[in-house]
């Protein structure tokens, strides 16, 4: 993954893993007195998995090698020469993996304090993958707004059997610009968006197009077209979708951002940074130190003001019960706070007794949250529906 | 390029917005005015939606028409308004309609409710000729709603129930589907009168408390007449069940065409299915404490009915027993003009027919034109929307844009009006035909 930059070409490579995997495995090394192989790791990480998986002698090699090659990466863990296919499994299994100093360091943390070794690893992720650091950076200048393809509609039914690919092109950049144009787009981002659009749809071209159903259509025209046009028009050095969706997911697991699509006045997944950090993230030269989270601690102060004004937004009318997800998605964005953090301050707030200035009541929810998003919940309690009432 | 047709050109209309035949089919898309029937809709809602929450009590209700002389009296719309209603308040569980009542928000969302429609006809392939295969598509059309988004009925149930259970401690999660099934087991134990949830029916338990709803509707789509005309109930006691679960306090339950059970079958198979509606429906639960039962009814039907209701003890549903009145809505139809003009005007500005350059109103008729219409066809409803439907039709053939008081003569009103009278016959006449059977 390459792009050209002003002055030199960037290039990273983001593991397609959790981050609470890369801690475990390096918790698991420490245990083993610091020293595994590659196939140990392998089987713990299998024994660790959620999902089903085939009990293959093959399963999540892949995972376990790119936990291995980013710890390496990272200076936390020295390797041996680790499989990069299935045909190398049989004779690299037993590749070995050690621990080193600093490796042994941030094992301990996470042994006693799995929060900081988050933070640590966090840091050492900024100083040493570009494209994360590059994320980041973007995000604390603005939240990143991504106008989603979801569904063939949003461009006319008809655009799917449309010949000319100009006119799909244009469509697709109309479209993604008016819902662009609710947040603070600039003009000189729309122009290369605009071109890139145009671009990519003619690489595509109606041969790949044409015979797709209607889901990978618009997978493709999600994947291929709107998500790597953003990534250019925004400057950023990695332009595939994929990419982007690791990098996000691993700024969340980190708690360093959070997305939301539930936002009512903006038909838009807005991504935002959820804390800062010293120096601050906007000086892309310097060397990250410290992690601040926005706990809440840091929320607690505003939140009420927050969810008052948030409240009043989606309330129609004003004290009547208001769509939780949508409160949530504005207070979010406007605190720069995790979701959990929103609920914990929800939570704090209802336990207390209601007074004159203020009364939550809550309802239990009769639909799912949005797509990409979690229920809110306050201890057992999911809630659908939101109304504050002040005398 | 497709050429425009008359009704493009002349009245900026899609095609005739009027219906030919104006009878109602749960299934169809049809032009849903609830304004033309005026403060009756209130009337219905509030007897037969918001009474029992007020009172705590179910109850057995009934929709009448009546015109003297015409023991049928048919075509006043009282399928729409039952069927209709049902999907309204299946949108949002009860919400808009309870806020219209007068209901307060918080008490509307304290009290959700669901309601349903079905429609006894014995000569649908695999007809709906008895209890047990009403019951069970009483539960299909529950499921067949969804809300405006389009989300439908069972996962919003089922969201709640899950929310309302891991609540309580009684569902851990990873494990919402099998405590569903576990609480709905335990809700019958408690029964007086239990039923066995085997086979079909233990396999339609698990499919409602799984996510997937359209492997529900598969699986529904796939169960025979021969077991659901004898196991339909259960279906449904399995449905409320679930739905009480999701807090649903209370479901009204609308039964029509009773005529058509009543005309095709024996003395000896109406009273053993009072017998089932007393006591399976009226008297056991989950029914007994939160479900009512609407009937419509016409002179005919009630007459054929009316022998094994009284023997089995059953509330009277006569229209004309002032007792009856908390329990009994009688359909005026279009008594007014008003209504008529109402129901005319949102017909042809519907956007599903109505292009976006046509302007409001009821052109092309005229006030005097439709105000015709309206006293040769009043007050049946079906009338008046065949004889617009006809009316339109023969103004696209002869090219004539303005309907007014001189393209709808005397005579041709007459013809048209006698026409329905006709039509109405004839398709009764063919329901009694066995050879159509």
């Known amino acids: 993954m390459q792009k050209e930059s002003k002055d030199q070409k960037v290039t990273d490579s983001i593991p397609r893993v959790a981050v609470l995997q890369i801690l475990q495995v390096l918790h698991h090394i420490a245990d083993s007195g610091g020293k595994s192989t590659f196939e140990k790791v392998r089987l713990f990480l299998l024994q660790r998995s959620q999902r089903a998986t085939p009990s293959s002698r093959f399963a999540m090699y892949t995972i376990a090698r790119d936990v291995l090659i980013d710890l390496q990466k990272l200076q936390l863990v020295q390797t041996g020469i680790l499989p990069r296919t299935q045909s190398q499994m049989e004779s690299l299994a037993e590749a070995p993996c050690e621990l080193t100093e600093a490796g042994h360091s941030l094992a301990e943390v996470y042994k006693e304090r799995p929060g900081h070794a988050f933070d640590q690893l966090l840091v050492t992720w900024i100083n040493n993958h570009p494209y994360f650091h590059a994320f980041i950076v973007r995000l604390h200048q603005q939240p990143l707004c991504v106008p989603d393809i979801t569904s063939v509609k949003q461009l006319g039914s008809e655009v799917r059997s449309e010949e000319n690919l100009n006119t799909l092109s244009h469509r697709i950049v109309d479209h993604c610009l008016k819902r662009l144009s609710n947040m603070p787009f600039p003009r000189t981002k729309e122009e290369p968006f605009t071109h890139a659009v145009g671009e990519r749809v003619q690489e595509l071209g109606r041969m790949t197009l044409s015979g797709l159903d209607a889901k990978k259509w618009v997978d493709t025209i999600q994947d291929k077209v709107v998500i790597p046009s953003l990534l250019t028009a925004e400057e950023l050095p990695f332009t595939d979708a994929v990419t982007f969706q690791h990098v996000l997911k691993a700024a969340k697991d980190f708690f360093a951002a959070s997305w939301t699509a539930s936002h009512p006045e903006l038909s838009l997944r807005v991504i935002f940074s959820t804390c800062d950090f010293q120096p601050p993230a906007i000086d892309s030269q310097a060397s990250i130190t410290e992690v601040i989270h926005h706990g809440k601690s840091f929320a607690a102060p505003l939140f009420v003001a927050a969810l008052r004004s948030a409240y009043s937004r989606v309330a129609k009318p004003v004290g009547s019960y208001a769509d939780a997800y949508a409160v949530r998605a504005i207070v979010c964005i406007d605190l720069q706070i995790q979701p959990r953090v929103f609920a914990a301050c929800l939570g704090d707030l209802m336990s207390t007794d209601p007074t004159p200035e203020l009364t939550i009541y809550t309802e239990l929810p009769f639909d799912s949250p949005p797509p990409g998003e979690d229920y809110i919940e306050i201890d057992r309690n999911r809630i659908g529906l939101l109304k504050l009432a002040s005398s | ?437």
């Open chain 2, 1 to 437: 390029m497709p050429l425009k047709s008359f009704f493009q050109t002349a009245w900026d209309l899609n095609g005739n917005p009027f219906s030919g035949k104006a009878t109602y089919a749960e299934d169809s898309q049809i032009v849903y005015v609830p304004e033309m029937f005026g403060s009756q809709r209130e009337e219905f809602l509030r007897k037969f939606v918001q009474a029992p929450l007020e009172n705590g009590q179910p109850l057995i209700g009934a929709v009448w028409s009546v015109v003297p002389g015409d023991p049928k009296a048919r075509g006043f719309g009282k399928s729409t308004l039952m069927g209709e209603e049902a999907k309204r308040i299946n949108q949002d569980f009860g919400f808009a309609t309870l806020i219209h009542l007068g209901v307060s928000e918080t008490d509307a969302r304290a009290n959700p409710v669901l309601a349903s429609y079905v429609s006894f006809n014995t000569k649908a392939n695999e007809g709906i000729a008895n209890i047990d295969a009403a019951c069970f598509q009483l539960v299909r059309f529950l499921l067949r709603c969804a809300d405006a988004k389009g989300v439908k009925t069972h996962l919003r149930l089922r969201e709640r129930a899950v929310a309302k259970l891991l609540k309580e401690g009684n569902a851990v999660k990873d494990q919402e589907s099998r405590a569903i099934v576990m609480a709905v087991e335990e809700r019958f134990r408690q029964l007086a009168v239990t039923i066995d949830i085997r086979n079909l029916l233990e396999e339609f338990l698990m499919h409602l408390a799984s996510p997937d709803t359209d492997a529900l509707e598969k699986f529904l789509s796939t169960v025979g007449a021969w077991h659901h005309n004898r196991n339909g109930l259960k279906y449904l006691q399995l449905f409320v069940a679930f739905a009480e679960l999701a807090d649903i306090q209370h479901f009204t339950f609308f039964i029509d065409q009773v005529e058509d059970f009543t005309s095709e079958s024996q003395p000896s198979k109406i009273r053993k299915n009072v017998k089932i509606i007393r006591d399976a429906l009226l008297e056991s639960e989950p029914f007994a404490s939160r479900a009512s039962f609407v009937f419509q009814l016409h002179p005919d039907a009630y007459r054929k009915l009316r022998d094994a209701w009284t023997h089995e003890d059953l509330h009277d549903l006569n229209y004309d027993s002032p007792l009856n009145k908390p329990y009994v809505v009688v359909l005026k139809g279009l008594d007014n003009f008003k209504a008529a003009c109402l129901l005319a005007e949102r017909c042809l500005n519907h956007p599903q027919y109505a292009l976006p350059e046509r302007e409001r109103g009821i052109h092309p008729f005229t006030d005097s034109s439709l105000e015709k219409v309206w006293q040769t066809t009043k007050p049946r409803p079906r009338w008046f929307i065949r004889v617009l439907h006809d009316l339109l039709e023969l103004a696209k053939d002869e090219r004539v844009s303005v309907l007014d008081e001189k393209f709808i003569n005397p005579t041709k009103l007459k013809a048209l009006s006698s026409k329905m009278q006709q039509d109405d016959e004839e398709e009764l006449e063919d329901q009694r035909d066995d050879r159509l059977a």
